[in-house]
């Protein structure tokens, strides 16, 4: 699970670094496949995205818009579940291309309420759902909205659904470490931007 998750975390940095203002997202999510394959990962479970702009506000079932182009100053998201060999990986980040400040402090804010979260979970040992209602109270106070279409999950060997198929945010007891998703995804109260960021519960040792 821990390699799955490292070659997952390489392979964003690695996509991200490919992303440049005026491409077309759906121009992104091909080079983003390719780059997964060239990886020697396995496209998994669900859809690679690579969201654009304005389609960064939508949950991950909503297809995108098509024919997004990045702009000169804009956010980009990217959202992938890449196999490899038998064990599931799961992660998500959003960057910045120019200078937008508040797309920059939503970025910003996705990851930053990401550890704030598993920090009361380290701390407090609370379930999936006080993690959330937690999420979303901290949402708030930043001045955004939390998405509960994007609710956590569970990761294991393929396929977690045959040992769960609930969301993090409905679990009811403590989520235990290399076992669970903690997804954030912010969005702009006036519905011009989102941003996500998401990856495994684990202790502070792992980032």
């Not at 998994?44 to 304005?54: I, K, L």
């Not at 064990?87 to 998500?92: Q, V």
């Not at 598993?118 to 109270?137: C, F, I, N, P, T």
């Not at 903690?182 to 519960?201: S, V």
């Amino acid at each position: 699970m821990l390699m799955a998750r490292h070659k997952t975390r390489a392979a964003i940095a690695d996509i991200a670094s490919r992303v440049k203002p005026g491409m077309v997202e759906e121009d992104a999510v091909a080079m983003a496949k390719g780059a997964l394959v060239a990886a020697g990962l396995e496209l998994s479970w669900h859809p690679t995205r690579v969201r654009f702009g304005a389609n960064t506000l939508k949950p991950m079932r909503q297809p995108s818009t098509p024919g997004v182009v990045l702009g000169e100053n804009d956010i980009f998201f990217i959202d992938i579940a890449p196999r490899f060999d038998a064990w599931e990986g799961d992660g998500g980040a959003s960057f910045v291309v120019g200078e937008h400040a508040g797309q920059a402090r939503c970025a910003h804010d996705a990851q930053a309420l990401f550890h704030d979260v598993r920090g009361k979970w380290l701390r407090d040992g609370v379930s999936g759902q006080a993690l959330y209602a937690y999420a979303d109270e901290v949402a708030k106070r930043m001045g955004w909205e939390l998405n509960f279409d994007l609710p956590g999950h569970r990761v294991s060997d393929f396929p977690h659904a045959a040992i769960h198929t609930g969301s993090l945010a409905d679990f009811e007891t403590t989520p235990s470490a290399m076992r669970w998703i903690l997804e954030i995804h912010l969005r702009d109260p006036q519905q011009r931007f989102g941003a996500f960021f998401e990856d495994m519960l684990l202790d502070d040792t792992y980032y």
